[in-house]
């Protein structure tokens, strides 16, 4: 059985995706968050710093409404439109985890949507 995971603390899906379901065995998987500032609806201002950090506040609004926290993160895949800007992205990124650290997985793409600089994934566990 699958539920459902929405909140409005993070921007609408925009396709035929939910924000995050919670399976049976309690994993919650997050569908890829760019950027956009759930209050507006837009790409947040800045670079690649901004931009992680946009959307790693977009996967903790959505986990908090599942009842997590970013401790409860098992995995992460972050796409970036351009992997000269990981070590930035990686700066952001350690503001919003602790040890022991989720696995993960950072790929180049061509592009992302909205013309974002970076999407971020992640499966959590209750």
Same mark, same amino acid.
């Given at each position: 059985?699958?539920k459902v995971?929405?909140?409005p603390?993070?921007?609408?899906a925009?396709g035929p995706?939910?924000q995050?379901?919670?399976?049976?065995g309690?994993?919650?998987?997050?569908s890829g968050?760019?950027?956009? *500032?759930?209050?507006?609806?837009?790409?947040? *201002?800045?670079?690649i710093m901004e931009?992680?950090r946009?959307?790693?506040?977009?996967?903790?609004?959505?986990l908090?409404e599942a009842?997590?926290?970013?401790?409860?993160?098992?995995?992460?895949t972050?796409?970036m439109a *351009?992997m000269?800007?990981?070590a930035n992205?990686n700066?952001?990124y350690a503001?919003?985890f602790t040890?022991?650290?989720?696995?993960?997985s950072?790929v180049?793409?061509?592009?992302l949507?909205?013309g974002?600089?970076?999407e971020i &994934?992640v499966?959590a &566990?209750?």
């Amino acid at each position: 059985m699958k539920k459902v995971i929405r909140t409005p603390q993070a921007p609408a899906a925009i396709g035929p995706y939910s924000q995050a379901i919670q399976t049976v065995g309690n994993l919650v998987f997050t569908s890829g968050q760019i950027p956009i *500032d759930p209050a507006t609806g837009t790409l947040v *201002d800045g670079g690649i710093m901004e931009q992680t950090r946009q959307s790693l506040m977009n996967v903790q609004a959505i986990l908090k409404e599942a009842g997590l926290t970013m401790g409860n993160v098992a995995k992460t895949t972050v796409f970036m439109a *351009d992997m000269n800007d990981f070590a930035n992205m990686n700066a952001v990124y350690a503001e919003f985890f602790t040890e022991p650290y989720p696995a993960r997985s950072a790929v180049a793409v061509k592009s992302l949507p909205k013309g974002a600089l970076v999407e971020i &994934e992640v499966v959590a &566990e209750r």
